[in-house]
Nanobody, 122 residues
Framework: QVQLVESGGGLVQAGGSLRLSCAAS????????MGWYRQGPGKQRQLVAR??????????NYADSVKGRFTISRDNAKNTVNLQMNSLKPEDTAVYYC?????????????WGQGTQVTVSS
C-alpha cells in the first residue's frame, strides 16, 4: 500500500507565504507525476499545480489563479513533492491535497493525501 503524508498547512495573513510538503511511502512504483489540488468551501476539488517526473526539473503546469505566486517542486530520491505558496490571498483558503500517479506494470493508479488546511486571513 502507498501512503501520502502532507505537512505545512496553517493560518497566514494575506501576502504571507506557506510551504506544503507531501512524502510518499510504502509500496512505491514508478511515479508518473505529482500534483497539488485544493477544495475550497462549497467548491469542487481543483488542480493547483502538477509536475512530471522526467528530466532534471520536470515539466510543470499551474492553475491561472496561482501562476507567478506558487511554485511546485519535487525530490525524486525522497518521493516528495512541495508547493511553495507566496503572496497568499484569502481566496487561496482551502484544503490542499497532494496527488501521485504511479505505474504498476501496465496499470496507472492514483493516490491522494489526507489533506491539509490552508487559511488566509484578510
Amino acid at each position: 500500500q502507498v501512503q501520502l503524508v502532507e505537512s505545512g498547512g496553517g493560518l497566514v495573513q494575506a501576502g504571507g507565504s506557506l510551504r506544503l510538503s507531501c512524502a510518499a511511502s510504502g509500496r512505491i512504483a514508478s511515479i508518473n507525476g505529482m500534483g497539488w489540488y485544493r477544495q475550497g468551501p462549497g467548491k469542487q476539488r481543483q488542480l493547483v499545480a502538477r509536475i512530471s517526473t522526467g528530466g532534471t526539473g520536470g515539466s510543470t503546469n499551474y492553475a491561472d489563479s496561482v501562476k507567478g505566486r506558487f511554485t511546485i517542486s519535487r525530490d525524486n530520491a525522497k518521493n516528495t513533492v512541495n508547493l511553495q505558496m507566496n503572496s497568499l490571498k484569502p481566496e487561496d483558503t482551502a484544503v490542499y491535497y497532494c496527488n501521485f500517479v504511479m505505474q504498476f506494470g501496465l496499470t496507472l493508479k492514483e493516490f491522494w493525501g489526507q489533506g491539509t488546511q490552508v487559511t488566509v486571513s484578510s
